[in-house]
């Protein structure tokens, strides 16, 4: 066994020891154990552990490893946890946080646990994480982190290390002082400074002559999109201004990494027919998760009505050449997969920023032409196949199918993500379900109208 895989089942087995210390009361130990697990496992542990257990738990913590953990977590996990602990250790924990944490957590929480969760800041803090608070909720100003050293172009390498060793900064957060902002007197944004370069340079060189340019993003700006700014440009953070133009915070490329995730996690739930759920599987009640699947259940299901309807028009025809039904689950499933493969790709190249909806037809004409490629590979491999077992005119009919489904679902799927991109919509919210139940309906058309016309019915 690798040591790997040893350190994991150390870890395994530590998190079933305090799971049974914490279930039969022997708190003692617990703390013991649970003060042994590293933040990472602490989170995991965190996660996985039931919502009746999770205060008693975070309660054991001390205080720095409980904040660390906290800041970590889904707002809404947050929020749940807050219901379980004591007023006074909340506010501790609370006061520790970075004012982009606080605005999150915020905006979950009721308006009298809010309001006394910033009664208990100071005048400054209070007002910082106001100021966050007045960004809407996908704002990159709601995830900038507060500028610790603001640098001059006229100040020496010398002046700059000793601004930066004079700041205030915890070693948790260091790398907030990687790369340093540099500013006019009017707080505009002149360029950027590596730290490394800081250090490397003579006494006596400016600021200016190390410095390099870079972009800036106003804090409305979508979280999101600066973020895929920041990780494109490979960049270690990106200065966020008012609209004045004046600096006032980062963008880190750590909490970029943080915000695409959360956006990757949330088309992955959506692409899939259900709601993001806000915090971990382990710790959401039953009747979240329903909630968070019953709406697109039921919007799929009266989309599915346009599948009945299509096979109640052709009835008659099914009556009369009953083998055609043994192919719909086929042809169905192949045009949905294709659609989704179509949607995804589509959807995937908008969030990097490769293709946008002025792009429309030159996505669909090279969606179309895949899916006629791979229409006409497996037109002609359910051809033989099909007119080997059932004769040559079924296997006619389900060849030219193939063809004609593979192509339209690919199209489709293409046209969907653009089309909810240009109208503002998330395209996630137009992937794998919707394009599926709509592809489905237009298959069986497709499916009946070859049949009618090479077997004549």
Known sequence: MSKQ?????????????????????????ATVELRRLRPSDLERFL???????????????DKD?????????????????????????????????????????????????????????????????????????????????????????????????QAVRAADVDADDENELATLPVASSTHKVLGLVDLTRLVRAEPDTLVRDIMHDTDTVNATEEAEVAARMAVHHRVQAVPVVDDAERLIGMLLVDDAQRILEEEESEDTYRSGGAEPLGQPYLTTSIMQLVKSRIVWLLVLAIGATLTVQVLQVFEEMLAVMVVLTLFIPLLTGTGGNTGNQAATTVTRAIALGQVTPRDVWRVIGREALVGCTLGACLGVLGFVITGLIFGWDIGTVIGLTLLAICTVAATVGSMMPLIASKIGVDPAVFSNPFISTVVDALGLIIYFMVAQSVLGL
């Open 65 to 161: 490893a409980a904040v660390t953990v906290f800041e970590t977590m889904e707002p809404q996990l947050q929020s749940d946890l807050i219901d379980g602990l004591q007023t006074s250790r909340v506010q501790e924990i609370f006061g520790e946080l970075e004012s982009t944490s606080q605005a999150r957590l915020l905006d979950e929480v009721p308006a009298e646990v809010a309001q006394r969760l910033l009664s208990g800041l100071s005048a400054a803090d209070r007002n910082q994480a106001g100021r966050v608070l007045g960004y809407p909720e996908d704002a990159v100003g709601r995830r900038l982190t507060p500028i610790t050293v603001e640098l001059s172009a006229h100040m020496t390498a010398t002046e700059a290390l």
């Open 5 to 29: 895989q040893t350190t994991i089942y150390d870890v395994e087995a530590l998190e079933e020891s305090i799971q049974d210390h914490l279930k039969e009361d022997r708190l003692a130990e």
């Open 47 to 61: 996660d996985r552990t039931s919502r009746t257990m999770l205060p008693v738990a975070f309660r054991l913590l």
